[in-house]
């Protein structure tokens, strides 16, 4: 099993910064993608950034040139780096890993808890 921590959250004022951090521990054998995702309130959870193993990155448009990620591999750890937060970008966000226990077997998804993102006015 893998357990997924996010971490970081909290209120800040528009054009401040946070920095979330998503941990993921247990058994691991290999951690094929790690993203982040949001969800707002009555809204769908969203894609805001996520990276491959090969290192690739995506993030959702709303957010380029804004946010980065960052990845420890050695700790199994990512890093969403939110800097010119807006009001929008308020929501509960969610890491999600995605794991193989061996290369025979399919990889499977785990989801942290969520931390809470709060941007004021």
């Known amino acids: 099993q893998v357990q997924v921590v ?18 993921a521990s247990g058994s691991i054998f290999v951690i094929t993608y ?20 090969a290192d690739a990155t995506h993030y959702a448009d709303s957010v380029k040139g804004r946010f980065t990620l960052s990845r420890d591999n050695a700790k199994n750890t990512m890093y ?12 509960v966000y969610y890491c999600n890993v995605r794991h193989r226990t061996s290369w025979a077997v399919r990889p499977s998804d785990y989801w942290g808890q969520g931390t809470q993102v709060t941007v004021s006015s």
């Open 6 to 23: 996010e971490s970081g959250g909290g209120l800040v004022q528009a054009g401040e910064s946070l920095r979330l951090s998503c941990a």
């Open 34 to 53: 790690m993203g982040w995702y949001r969800q707002a309130p009555g809204k769908q959870r969203e894609l805001v950034a996520s990276v491959s193993s």
């Open 80 to 91: 969403l780096q939110m800097n010119s937060l807006k009001i929008e970008d308020t929501a």
